[in-house]
């Protein structure tokens, strides 16, 4: 009697079923691998999305720093402007009690420039004056004072008293004209490193002034209020 080993039932059986077996397995494989194909595909979709809100957020954070820094410019500017002002105001103060004979010329142009030495604002920022043959003849510093300054450059290679004063001829009348260098500070009469700065500048045209050797007297060149 042939046992179920033998029969042909048996013999169909087994290989039905390792081929069964196999297509099972082999399809999880296709599953698994499909799935962890999809998986990545999720994440990677994930990582994009994430990628573009932070790119979002980069770009609306510049954005608002470009307007901050454009707003904190411009606010910058008035205040100078409004201090070159000042400057030019007590310039004219002084010119105009010369005109009316109250006070000499000569002593209007000391006293003005003693009056605009002592303006001292902000972290010991200051205002001083340049003739228009790039001569300083207010500056918290004596060594700058009288000497011609034309070639003198800050430490990036900025012409700073030719290009304030080709500034100030450039802006519409009655404006400041404005340059951006950097340059040392001067605080309790020390000299601090360079740093980024913001000088505005403005014609003063009545008094023609220019440095004399030997002698405190000005005359005959335009200056320059900065």
């Known amino acids: 009697m042939k046992t179920f080993k033998d029969s042909i ?3 169909f059986f087994i290989p039905l079923f390792l081929v069964c077996l196999a297509g099972v397995l082999a399809g999880i494989g296709i599953i698994y691998y499909r799935s962890k194909e999809l998986l990545y595909e999720l994440k990677k979709q994930e990582s994009l999305a994430v ?4 790119l979002e957020l980069v770009a609306e954070y510049n954005k608002s720093l470009q307007d901050y820094q454009k707003t904190a410019l411009e606010g910058r500017k008035r205040e100078l402007y409004h201090l070159v002002q000042a400057a ?3 310039t004219e103060d002084f010119y105009k009690k010369s005109q009316k004979g109250i006070l000499s010329s000569l002593i209007a142009k000391k006293r003005a420039i003693e009056a605009i030495s002592a303006i001292r604002y902000g972290k010991g920022d200051y205002i001083f004056v340049i003739t228009s043959d790039y001569k300083l003849i207010v500056h918290p510093d004596p060594k700058m004072l009288n000497v011609n300054l034309y070639d003198l450059k800050d430490p990036d290679g900025v012409y700073v ?3 304030l004063i080709k500034a100030a001829k450039e802006a519409p009348e009655g404006e ?3 340059l951006f260098y950097r340059w040392w500070r001067y605080l309790n009469g020390k000299k601090l490193p360079p740093e980024p700065k913001l000088s505005a500048a403005i014609f003063f045209k009545p008094w023609q002034w220019r440095s004399e050797e030997h002698t405190s007297e000005l005359q005959s060149q335009d200056d320059l209020v900065c």
């Not at 990628?51 to 932070?54: A, H, K, M």
């Open 176 to 178: 400041a004209g404005y």
């Open 161 to 163: 008293i030719r290009d």
């Open 9 to 11: 039932l048996f013999r």
């Open 51 to 54: 990628l573009s809100n932070v």
């Open 88 to 90: 030019m105001s007590i």
